[in-house]
């Protein structure tokens, strides 16, 4: 069926190979990143504590940062002999030069848009809303899931596919960290790359752009739709 | 049923030391605005943290900084109604209505809501969203949230301020049904007297962050020295019996013997009602007043005379109704060589005595009712 799908788009088996990889790649980054995305945007937005800016400062580091550097990072950090790649070795998840990794390195890269979009929405939810909630006998958890939560999630659903687009187009920090593999590590920007490299690539490169076009597209109108809903929202309609 | 409450804390150029034990029924904290009345009410809630603080309520510690307890808001079992309704927008009126009762340490049978929902006259709005309703709605919705929640304390915090006059008549009714038809604790937030006069059977007087006086309603509303001169709508509360219904549209109450005259009261013959008697309406005369438009004038004695700062005076007078306040100027009061111990008499066109300030139903009413429920 998926052969189908690529036909109809006109691409072969290494581009298609590509377009699902990257699908996967930014799946999985944006919403494995998304709890952890929720955490952060929640506590810089309501928390009061020492080290806030700096938390602040680290979350959008890979925002700023050269992407090779992150990609650098990572791999001293997470690569098949760095000590916490090793040790994640032991259990059994390998993220040096696998799609995993390549997941791993586009969840960093899209976690600063996710933390930006989420905190927003949390910062425009009125805290005397959580009050009234917590006199009603709710426990600061259960005000969060109730009251918290809902009223922010077109933000959180803002992040997560802004996260989602940034993910299908990172390059610089996934190629260092998980290299150029194909079916294990070419994501459509790689594929892009290593097409523009080959004579005659041309016209696969061109489909690839033409396709990345389209997703990033997508992906910010659907974005701008739910944060007009959000502020809709805010108004009480 | 008793709420004991005492509360120091430090603030940049403002201490706040209150300390007051009240018994059940409708206690109105009243008093100026920024006389930290609101403190007050969130460090009960326990939504502010007081340097020190001691609440009890019916017995059962909420906090007592001494021995190091302190329930966080959600353990504290007290409903809180908010100047603004702070309804949730993502929620329907009968969700928002369950909301509390989710967390409730009671459980509060099906019953009491369709009970709740009838007396606050909200059937109609149960399937909608707070932002389709009036603010009037919005808040008799958060009235009914706040006590769904199973409470055994509730706190309301101006909760008429944010709304215009109409919608003040419109929600008052249902605070006095609250008073008389449900058995919780009610500590009424106002700077209003108004409110205070037709809502509170205890009041405690607030001024810059201390307790300036707690009783019966009657007593605090009538003693002058807790009304500064300066007090917009200062007036005293008088008791009294319907005693007839006149053709030309006037109702004739007693107080203590005095005959009584206002615009037409809906209420039946002998029922008890009380007067709020602003001071700025009454018009003092040491001699009988003889050729006056007015019907009502009620002799008395000068029992105080309290200087303010600006060119206000005010005058209590011991009537056989009870205490009555009247606000002259100073030019008056020294034309008319007012003096502690004279005979006077207190002036009040019977147009004045506003009908929604006259409060019925179950309040203690008589002077001594509310003497006894100190």
């Known amino acids: 069926m998926t052969e189908q799908v690529a036909h109809w788009f006109g691409l072969g088996a290494a581009e298609w190979q590509a377009v699902a990889l990257s699908l996967k790649v930014a799946f999985w980054a944006a919403l494995l990143s998304l709890p952890l995305g929720v955490f952060v945007a929640y506590a810089l937005a309501r928390w009061r504590f020492a080290g806030r800016e700096i938390l602040n400062g680290f979350v959008h580091l890979p925002l700023i940062l050269p992407p090779v550097v992150t990609g650098y990072l990572l791999l001293m950090t997470f690569g098949a002999r760095a000590p916490f790649g090793a040790a994640l070795q032991e259990i059994g998840i390998v993220l040096a030069f696998r799609w995993s990794g390549a997941a791993l390195a586009a969840a960093i890269m899209g976690f600063p848009l996710m933390v930006r979009a989420i905190r927003l929405s949390i910062e425009a939810v009125d805290p005397k809303l959580e009050e009234a909630a917590t006199s009603l006998g709710a426990s600061p958890i259960r005000v969060f899931w109730t009251v918290t939560l809902p009223l922010a999630l077109p933000g959180v659903l803002a992040g997560v596919v802004l996260a989602f687009a940034k993910a299908l187009g990172e390059f610089g920090a996934t190629i260092t960290f998980v290299s150029n593999i194909p079916g294990q590590t070419r994501t459509l920007p790689s594929a892009i790359y290593a097409f523009l490299q080959v004579p005659g690539g041309e016209s696969a490169a061109l489909r690839l752009v033409m396709i990345s076009i389209v997703l990033a597209m997508g992906a910010l109108i659907l974005s701008e739709f739910l944060a007009r809903r959000m502020a809709k929202r805010g108004r009480g309609a | ?374």
């Open chain 2, 1 to 374: 049923m008793s709420i004991s409450v005492q509360l120091r804390h430090q603030f940049q150029g403002f201490a706040l030391e209150a300390q007051f034990d009240v018994p059940s029924g409708v206690t109105a904290l009243f008093g100026r605005s920024g006389s930290g009345k609101s403190t007050v009410i969130r460090a009960i809630a326990g939504l502010f943290a007081p340097d020190e603080a001691r609440v009890v309520i019916n017995g059962r510690v909420l906090c007592d900084t001494g021995a190091g307890i302190c329930l966080p808001p959600h353990k504290r079992r007290i409903g809180t109604i908010f100047q603004d309704a702070r309804l949730f927008p993502h929620l329907s009126v009968r969700q928002n209505l369950d909301y509390g009762r989710r967390f409730s340490a009671r459980d509060v049978p099906e019953a009491e809501v369709a009970q709740m929902v009838e007396m606050l006259g909200i059937g109609h709005l149960l399937d909608r969203r707070p932002a389709g309703l009036s603010g009037g709605e919005q808040q008799r919705v958060a009235i009914g949230r706040a006590l769904l929640s199973g409470p055994d304390l509730i706190l309301a915090d101006e909760p008429l301020a944010a709304l215009d006059e109409a919608r003040k008549d419109e929600i008052l009714p249902y605070f006095e049904r609250l008073r008389d038809e449900v058995s919780i604790p009610i500590l009424y937030v106002s700077h209003s007297p108004a409110e205070v006069a037709r809502l509170a059977t205890t009041v405690v007087a607030f001024e810059a962050g201390r307790v300036t006086g707690q009783g019966g309603a009657v007593e605090i509303l009538g003693d002058p020295n807790l009304m500064p001169a300066g007090v917009h709508g200062a007036g005293a509360l008088i008791p009294a019996r319907v005693q007839a219904h006149h053709a030309d549209g006037l109702t004739e109450l007693s107080a203590g013997g005095v005959p009584l005259f206002l615009p037409t009261l809906d209420a039946v013959l002998g029922a008890q009602v009380r007067l709020r008697i602003a001071a700025q309406d009454v018009i003092l005369s040491p001699a009988r007043p003889k050729g006056l438009s007015a019907l009502n004038i009620m002799p008395g004695t000068i029992a105080q005379i309290r200087m303010g700062e600006g060119p206000g005076v005010m005058v209590s007078l011991a009537t056989p109704a009870g205490v009555v306040l009247a606000r002259v100027t100073k030019r008056s009061a020294a034309a008319l060589d007012l003096k502690q111990g004279m005979p006077c008499h207190a002036v009040i066109k019977s147009v004045s005595i506003a009908r929604q300030t006259v409060a019925r139903g179950a309040v203690p009413l008589g002077a001594g009712e509310v003497r006894d429920g100190k």
